[in-house]
């Protein structure tokens, strides 16, 4: 027990701590504050739930990095008992309590496993981060970085290593010095080892050893609180919020009040949401975003992880004045991202699939999107061209609308519209690529054939269709995507169909994801989910005669966004096809390169294009047959694949063309 003079010197530390770590964390709560305002409290409960369950399992963690992820796990479920360790550790210091015997063996045994366990984890952890010093955390050298970045993460990093190990280890010293007095416990084998370090010494050297340590136990969390708040172990408390506020599709974009809003996208920290915000403090810096990134991994300016961490650094560097209410010094494209690495971005969804915490990196770029085209008037030129087209005659290729069904005329019969059949039980949604481009038309043509073939009453909007906007909204011009939008959820709703089928994955997640937010709800499926239910039913007759070997590439709006993997594999396979999956596959999946309007405009410079990474995997599985479920994903492969020799190239074929290709007819 701590002497009366100890008691009164750690209560006045520990009044100290507390009010500079309470004032720290209120300064970050108020900075959260600033960003604008969004509704995440829906479903609370269920939110804190899911929540609750994520961070007790790990399961976020454990996505990649499997041994780092266990060292860290570790650490996590020793710092989580520690809560209550350290409780009873102060109450054992300041009165005449032992926590000792078979009634406390549960509980000394765990905080006496943990404590070892922690030790590891962190020890393990420091030996990567300062001797073997991976590629992944470092940011190559055309990526825009915060000026307090580099010294700040490794100063950053070395204070919370060197925490840990002083907390953790102290304790583990304090226990073993008073079993060096008391006898070994049973129940505390890892402190009963580290007994022995006190074996032969002066009774008296023990117990101010003791005290020694159980003060760098206790003594080194009243140095750190105040700290807390700027370090990126805060984590610890924003990582829970973030992980039971973060919405359910955070690819599905939130639209905008053009009467009430008087600017739009964020050009300032505190133009961002508040969950920007909150991501910024949430990250905990372990780049793993930036590793499946299909513009950093090909060499572009842009890393998702950088863009958070930029931020994280300049919210703690304004924090005092900010969360008072000043406006923030300088723009995001000053320390955040530059205008290269904002538009190299693709909207893959990658980032947020695979970050551990929650966060919304790509929301952040979306952002900064709409205020370059809607405030500024500034983005690339090429996409002028396909803003004027979905504008004008309502589809980016700048076709005529006349021209909207040229892809029916050389099939055996009529495509049926809905003029011709105004209650049709199928709306087969064509989509402007598989309407316009001669490549998709023939995906087109497919379906078409595939929903004659099954007896399928279909139709199609025809004249009436036009681009659903989707890349004008992910290109930032979220103005016109709200024309679009509302023209097409008119002619929907006007229809009533009762169900909408599209070969378009950017299509699928349109409709069934964002026009709801303008009174459109519809049941959406995509084309290879309503293929595959139809032969389950038996209403198509297939000769499976591919004796091949075929891969697919999941498209990244058809399976990270919304969650489809099963039913293009299960097509593929009812035609004798055998599967062989690339490395990244279903939710790991890479990009084609097509996505975040990056299909109407240049790419960045880097080393390599996006679709080139991707096709050189897919035709290293040896497969016959690079399966597609997405026009974009078709033409950027057919591209590449057009600039090899035709025997040395695989096929490119959308599920539609394969399962038409093996109708029984």
Not at 112 to 126: E, F, K, M, P
Not at 545 to 573: A, K, M, W
Request: proline residues 5%; contains cysteine.
């Amino acid at each position: 027990m701590l002497t009366t003079i100890e008691k009164i010197l750690f209560l006045i530390l520990a009044f100290g701590a507390l009010y500079f770590a309470g004032t720290g964390f209120y300064s970050v709560y108020k900075t959260i504050r600033r960003g604008r305002a969004e509704d995440r409290f829906d479903n609370l409960s269920e939110r804190l739930l899911d929540a609750v369950w994520t961070v007790l399992s790990q399961k976020t963690v454990f996505k990649r990095r499997p041994l780092i992820s266990l060292l860290h796990a570790l650490v996590f479920y020793g710092f989580l008992y520690y809560f209550l360790v350290n409780v009873v550790d102060l109450l054992e210091g300041f009165f005449p309590f032992h926590p000792r015997g078979a009634v406390w063996g549960p509980f000394n045994l765990l905080a006496d496993l943990l404590t070892g366990g922690v030790l590891i984890g962190i020890v393990g952890l420091a030996l990567r981060r300062f001797l073997v010093r991976p590629g992944d955390f470092a940011f190559a050298s055309n990526v825009p970085v915060h000026e307090e970045v580099k010294v700040g993460i490794l100063r950053d990093s070395t204070i919370v290593a060197v925490f840990i190990f002083i907390h953790v280890g102290s304790r583990l010293l304090s226990k073993a010095a008073q079993l060096a007095q008391e006898g070994i416990d049973p129940y505390q084998p890892v402190g009963s080892a580290f007994a022995a370090i006190f074996g032969g010494a002066n009774p008296n050297a023990v117990i101010a050893l003791e005290h020694l340590f159980w003060w760098g136990a206790l003594g080194s969390i009243l140095l750190f609180l105040p700290y807390f708040p700027r370090s990126k172990h805060i984590h610890l408390f924003m990582a829970p919020i973030n992980l039971a506020l973060k919405r359910e599709k955070a690819g599905a974009l939130l639209p905008m009040d053009f009467e009430k809003e008087e600017s739009f996208g964020a050009a300032k920290l505190e133009e961002l949401s508040w969950p920007r915000l909150l991501d910024a403090y949430s990250c905990i810096m372990c780049n793993r975003c930036q590793e499946v990134c299909p513009a950093y991994v090909t060499g572009k300016a842009l890393s998702p992880a950088a863009i958070l961490i930029n931020e994280r650094y300049e919210l703690n560097r304004i924090r005092r004045e900010f969360s008072a209410g000043k406006e923030s010094p300088r723009p995001l494209l000053d320390f955040a991202l530059n205008e290269e690495a904002t538009w190299a971005c693709t909207t893959c969804n990658a980032c947020i699939e695979v970050c551990p915490v929650g966060n919304e990196q790509m929301l952040h770029i979306i952002d900064v999107r709409r205020e370059r085209v809607l405030m500024q008037a500034e983005f690339p030129n090429a996409l002028k061209k396909a803003f004027t087209g979905m504008e004008q005659v309502g589809n980016p290729w700048q076709m005529a609308p006349e021209s909207r069904l040229e892809w029916a005329q050389k099939l055996p019969f009529q495509v049926p519209t809905v003029e011709q059949n105004a209650r049709p039980n199928v709306l087969y949604w064509v989509g402007c690529a598989a309407a316009f481009d001669p490549r998709a038309q023939k995906i087109a043509r497919s379906m078409a054939e595939i929903l004659n073939a099954a007896g399928v009453s279909w139709a199609v909007l025809g004249l009436q269709e036009k681009c659903t906007g989707d890349a004008a909204r992910r290109a930032g011009n979220e103005y016109l995507f709200s024309q679009l939008a509302t023209e097409n959820v008119e002619t929907l709703n006007a229809l009533k169909p009762e169900l909408i089928v599209t070969t378009c994955p950017h299509c699928l997640h349109t409709l069934r994801n964002e026009y709801s937010q303008l009174g459109g709800n519809y049941v959406v499926k995509h084309h290879s989910e309503f293929i595959n239910e139809l032969i389950k039913a038996g209403k198509l007759s297939l000769r499976p005669n591919s004796d091949g070997v075929s891969t697919y590439h999941d498209p990244c709006y058809l399976g990270r966004h919304n969650g489809v993997f099963d039913g293009p594999r299960q097509v593929i396979e009812s035609v004798g096809a055998k599967l062989s999956e690339p490395a990244r596959n279903r939710s790991n999946s890479f990009c084609c390169g097509a996505g975040g309007a990056q299909f109407w405009k240049e790419e960045e410079p880097g080393r390599e294009r996006v679709t080139a990474n991707r096709y050189r995997e897919l035709k290293g599985t040896g497969a016959r047959t690079v399966a597609t479920g997405c026009p974009f994903c078709m033409r950027m492969f057919t591209e590449e694949a057009a600039q090899e020799e035709p025997e040395a190239a695989p096929e490119i074929l959308d599920i539609a063309e394969i399962v038409a290709n093996n109708l029984r007819r």
